[in-house]
Each structure stands twice: as structure tokens, then as C-alpha cells.
């Protein structure tokens, strides 16, 4: 028996694609102090459109782990379950490394006034462990993978909403009583985070850390209800009954997400039940008109951009990280001033040519373009690199 040919869901490819693409031009404007509101995260509550580009990454994610699981017929083996969990182990470590890549090189610029030998100097910038973040973004996400991976394969699929309603639910009395709504460190998220982690190993937000373990549980939530949408993408053939549903799901998810918001606030930093599924809504809404445009339509010429971040979305991802963090800490003299090479394209040659706020996003949209660069030559080449 042949099996059959996998073809990739090119409007999915175009979503993780213009995802991707966005996180990076968020996290690398030319100067924080000079960032476009809507290119700016809420400061407590309420939704930008920056918000919306990680949880979109991680609902695709829920979508994909139901494509790749397919191959395994959703049945529990010791197999797919070592899989899970080498690729779950290989993200998160992969999130460490790049953690301590970019302490080790602050460390390293920051010991260079001091009088070290050379052996000194490296060892004590490479001895960073003790202040490392343990969890941040690619944590989160290889948490949320193999949570969702094993309980896909361990639980009947009909019995999965109700897990995800019990989740958000759950998570909201934690955060009900546990003054979870305040932005300080009497917060639950907080106090939790700073008796598991300790305070060296957190990200400092007002004591809370965006990505903490309490705010894994609704992230979870988060990539089951995506898998959910992913198995109803894929069990309906008739395209215009899956747009049909796409947007049905998307206007109820969305509608109840902000109606709720009046008792549950919308807030990204502790990963609310309400932010949930109002960026679940919007998520499968945008995947629906995709899928329209795309194939429906027919309008695919303008979606090859995004379509070289969207094939290899997380090797791109790690670049993007690594390369800012070296244009952040490679320092270079300019007119005796002592700058990174961040610093010098953006003061030195953006900004006295496209002002503050203008030259920002001027050098956040090149550092898009050096990165798809490399992500349309491997695109070219055909390279897909998993991880």
C-alpha cells in the first residue's frame, strides 16, 4: 500500500510565517524608548497587536502537533512518547542556551573595565547559572508541546474541551484568590515563581515573570484548543464548511473572550483565561480568511515572504535571537564612544536619517530581512529544519 504524499497547509505555513516574522520585529526595535504603541505590549491589561503574534505561534503549534501526530494513528507507544520528550528536552534546552548566551556575553562586556586574566574573565562569564532565566519563550513552548503531545495521545479526543474548559477554569479561581490580578509581587504568579525559581532566575516584570510556571497551566489550554481546531481543519474536506467553521469557532471564542473580560481581564503577562480565547478567536478567524485568500481565491504570489519564515518558523526564530543578541554586545568605538553595533546603526545611521520612532522600525524591519534572507535560501533549497 503507497502512502499517501503530505502536503503542507500553505495558509498555515503563511500564519506561522507572518507570526514568526512579527515576533521579531517586536523584539527588535532600534530603541525600546522609542516603539509605535501598536508595536508595544499592554502594560497590564488590555490587547495590542503585538499580544497577538505569540499566542497565534502557540495555537498553530496546537494545529501542527495534531498534523504531525497522525502518523502515529493518536495511540500511546513508548516510541512516540521518547519522541515527545527528546524533542520537548531539545526545545527547552535550546531556550536555556540562548538564556545564557546572551548573560554570557552581557558578562563578558560588563567584567572588561575590571583587571581580570584572560582565563578569569572567561570563567566568570561562563559561570553565569546562578542568575540564568530557567523559563521565556521557547520553554513555554516546549512545555506546552509535549503537554499537549501526551494528551493527545494518552485521552480521547471528545473528552479534551472539557480538560481545556477545567484548565481555564481552574486557573481563574487560582487567580481569583490568589490575587492574581495585581500587578506586583503579592501576586500567586509571583510567589510561586519565586519559591520554584528564585528570584535570580525570573524575569523581573513588578516580580512577575511573563512566562512563570502557574501561567503554564492556561498556555496549555492554550495549544489544546488549537490541536482541537487542527482535527476539525482536517477531518472536514468541504473547504467552504471548513472556513464556515473557522470563523464560527473564531467569532465565539472571540466574542466570549471580551465579554468575559469584564470579570476576567485580557492580560498577556499572566496568560488569562479570557486572553485565551480571545487570541484563539482571532487566531482561528485569521486562518479561516487565509485559507479564503489563499485557497480560494487563488492569491498566492503576495504570501512568499512569509512563506520562507513559516517552513522553518523555530530554526529562524533562533537565529533572529542569536544574531540580536551579538548586534546587542559586539562593541565598536565611534568618535571615542564606545557603542554596540546595535547602538551604532541605529543612533549613528537610522535615526539622524528617519527620526526616533520612524528609524526604530526602520532597523527593526532590515533585522526582518536579514533573517528572511536566510530563511528564503533555505526555502529555496528546500532545507526544512526541525527541531
Request: hydrophobic share 50%; with cysteine; glycine share 8%.
Amino acid at each position: 500500500m503507497n502512502k499517501p504524499v503530505k502536503q503542507r497547509l500553505l495558509a498555515l505555513d503563511i500564519l506561522r510565517g507572518i507570526t514568526i516574522a512579527g515576533m521579531i520585529m517586536v523584539n527588535n526595535p532600534g530603541s525600546w524608548n522609542y516603539v509605535y504603541a501598536p508595536l508595544g505590549h499592554a502594560a497590564w491589561n488590555g490587547l495590542t497587536p503585538t499580544d497577538l503574534v505569540f499566542p497565534f505561534f502557540m495555537f498553530i503549534m496546537g494545529i501542527s502537533t495534531y498534523i504531525s501526530l497522525r502518523k502515529y494513528n493518536f495511540t500511546f507507544s513508548s516510541d512516540a512518547f521518547w519522541k515527545i520528550i527528546k524533542r520537548t528536552i531539545v526545545i527547552f534546552a535550546i531556550g536555556l542556551g540562548i538564556a545564557w548566551f546572551s548573560l554570557f556575553c552581557r558578562t563578558w562586556n560588563a567584567l572588561s573595565s575590571e583587571e581580570l586574566s584572560f582565563g578569569a574573565h572567561l570563567w566568570q562569564s561562563i559561570w553565569t547559572f546562578d542568575h540564568i532565566r530557567i523559563m521565556g519563550v521557547m520553554q513555554r513552548l516546549a512545555l506546552c508541546y509535549g503537554a499537549t503531545a501526551i494528551i493527545a495521545l494518552t485521552m480521547k479526543h471528545k473528552n479534551i474541551p472539557y480538560l481545556i474548559a477545567f484548565l481555564l477554569v481552574g486557573y481563574f479561581f487560582v487567580l481569583l484568590f490568589g490575587n492574581g490580578f495585581e500587578y506586583n509581587d503579592t501576586n500567586i504568579l509571583s510567589k510561586v515563581d519565586r519559591a520554584i525559581l528564585g528570584v535570580n532566575h525570573m524575569y523581573q516584570d513588578n516580580g512577575i515573570d511573563p512566562e512563570g510556571i502557574l501561567s503554564t497551566i492556561p498556555s496549555i489550554a492554550h495549544v489544546l484548543i488549537g490541536f482541537c481546531v487542527g482535527r476539525m481543519i482536517i477531518k472536514t474536506q468541504d473547504i467552504n464548511q471548513k472556513l464556515e467553521k473557522l470563523f464560527l469557532i473564531g467569532t465565539i471564542l472571540t466574542f466570549a473572550g471580551f465579554l468575559l473580560s469584564y470579570g476576567c481581564p485580557i492580560n498577556k503577562k499572566i496568560w488569562s483565561p479570557t486572553f485565551v480565547l480571545a487570541t484563539c478567536g482571532l487566531g482561528s478567524s485569521f486562518l479561516a480568511l487565509l485559507i479564503w485568500i489563499i485557497d480560494v481565491k487563488g492569491y498566492k504570489n503576495w504570501s512568499r515572504f512569509f512563506e520562507s519564515f513559516g517552513v522553518n518558523p523555530l530554526f529562524i526564530y533562533v537565529m533572529a535571537g542569536v544574531l540580536s543578541i551579538l548586534l546587542g554586545n559586539i562593541l565598536i568605538t565611534h568618535d571615542a564612544t564606545v557603542m554596540s553595533l546595535h547602538g551604532y546603526f541605529y543612533n549613528i545611521l537610522l535615526r539622524p536619517c528617519f527620526g526616533d520612532y520612524f528609524g526604530s522600525l526602520v532597523y527593526a524591519l532590515i533585522f526582518v530581512a536579514i533573517n528572511w534572507g536566510v530563511g528564503y535560501i533555505l526555502y529555496k533549497k528546500k532545507i526544512y529544519i526541525k527541531i
